[in-house]
């Protein structure tokens, strides 16, 4: 299978999706998903990762986070893919690849084309018919930001309020949850491959800054205009990026 693509530029909003091997539902335990959280928070700890959103399904994880540029996020994602690995396959004395090779990481700018991305991640299990609210979902990033743990806190809430352009007295819980009760409203579920396939997402200026920064790593990727935002796509072979059937019936624990 061709290898995803990742590439970090300090600054950059990256979202990051890594599934497991052969689009197994490796992580349809409960136990497994919070392992995988718990090691989120080490790493955020370890590393000083800076998380806006995530949540851990039953095949897959989607991550938000943005680069400083001190090799936080690659260091962040061998210890907890490793960690996560390790201990399942000991478990079930099982061998062999937890997690497909590499994962993919998307450039995301920030104001509104974050609040949709962060709105997408979090309908992540509703559109798999897991779910019928994301607040359903244990591992996830919405219930985070909508009731902030006194333990174990991953999200950066100041950082994300300053990704998303929110003013000084804006209550960030309280507009999460309209952008994704209206989402809700709207049936806005339909897989949008433009958050998990393609380089960047943006406006035109900053699509095209991006593409400049990367250089020759951003050959042969053709910009594209995609109606309410602007497109760095991969090559058609760069990424295979079926997420395993989205309409399986699962359960949250």
């Avoid at 690849?97 to 991305?117: K, M, P, Q, V």
């Avoid at 053709?222 to 058609?236: F, H, N």
Wanted: proline share 4%; with cysteine; charged share 25%.
């Amino acid at each position: 299978m061709p290898r995803a693509n990742r590439f970090y530029l300090p600054g950059q909003i990256w979202h990051i999706t890594h599934r497991c091997h052969r689009q197994q539902f490796l992580l349809k335990f409960l136990r497994d998903r919070r392992l995988w959280h718990r090691w989120l928070f080490e790493a955020r700890k370890r590393y000083g990762l800076c998380v806006l959103d995530y949540i851990g399904t039953s095949n897959h994880i989607h991550l938000l986070v943005r680069d400083h540029g001190e090799g936080e996020i690659a260091r962040s994602m061998q210890l907890v893919s490793g960690r996560v690995a390790q201990a399942y396959n000991q478990r079930k004395r099982r061998k062999g690849a937890f997690w497909e090779d590499r994962y993919h990481a998307t450039a995301i700018e920030s104001g509104e084309h974050l609040a949709r991305c962060l709105v997408y991640i979090d309908l992540n299990m509703v559109r798999a018919g897991a779910v019928t609210h994301p607040a359903a979902w244990p591992v996830s990033g919405y219930r985070e930001i909508q009731s902030q743990p006194k333990r174990y806190r991953i999200i950066d809430t100041p950082a994300l309020h300053e990704a998303l352009g929110l003013n000084g007295n804006s209550e960030l819980s309280h507009i999460h949850r309209e952008w994704v009760e209206q989402a809700l409203k709207e049936a806005k579920l339909q897989r949008d491959t433009r958050w998990s396939q393609t380089v960047a997402v943006g406006s035109q200026t900053f699509v095209e800054g991006v593409q400049e920064q990367l250089g020759s790593r951003a050959q042969a990727r053709q910009v594209e205009d995609a109606g309410d935002a602007t497109c760095l796509r991969e090559s058609p072979a760069a990424y295979i990026a079926n997420l395993g059937p989205e309409n399986v019936a699962l359960t949250p624990n």
